[in-house]
C-alpha cells in the first residue's frame, strides 16, 4: 500500500496567485484491516441498495450519490 501504515494523514499547504493567498487543509484515512474490510462491505451493500432500488434515482443520481460518499469518507482503500 505505497508504504502508508493505517491511521489519519493530514497536511495543509499555500497557494499565492495574483496577490491572493489561499490554505488548503487535506486529509485522509488509511484503514487497517478489519476497518478496511468493514468499509468495502459498507460501499459493496451502498452500491447494491442504489443499485436495487428501481426508478428511485436517476443513473446521474446514483453516481453522485456514491461518489459523495466516497469523498465524503476519504478512505485509502488500496
Known amino acids: 500500500?505505497?508504504?502508508l501504515?493505517?491511521?489519519n494523514?493530514?497536511?495543509t499547504y499555500i497557494i499565492?496567485?495574483?496577490g491572493n493567498?489561499?490554505?488548503f487543509k487535506n486529509t485522509f484515512s488509511v484503514p487497517n484491516?478489519?476497518?478496511r474490510q468493514a468499509k468495502l462491505k459498507e460501499i459493496s451493500d451502498l452500491?447494491?441498495?442504489i443499485n436495487n432500488c428501481k426508478g428511485c434515482f436517476s443513473e446521474e443520481a446514483k453516481k453522485i450519490l456514491f461518489n459523495d460518499f466516497l469523498k465524503k469518507?476519504?478512505?485509502y482503500l488500496n
Open 1 to 3: 500500500m505505497f508504504g
Open 5 to 7: 501504515k493505517p491511521g
Open 9 to 11: 494523514y493530514n497536511w
Open 16 to 18: 499565492e496567485s495574483n
Open 21 to 23: 493567498r489561499m490554505k
Open 33 to 35: 484491516l478489519l476497518e
Open 47 to 49: 452500491k447494491e441498495n
Open 73 to 75: 469518507t476519504m478512505y
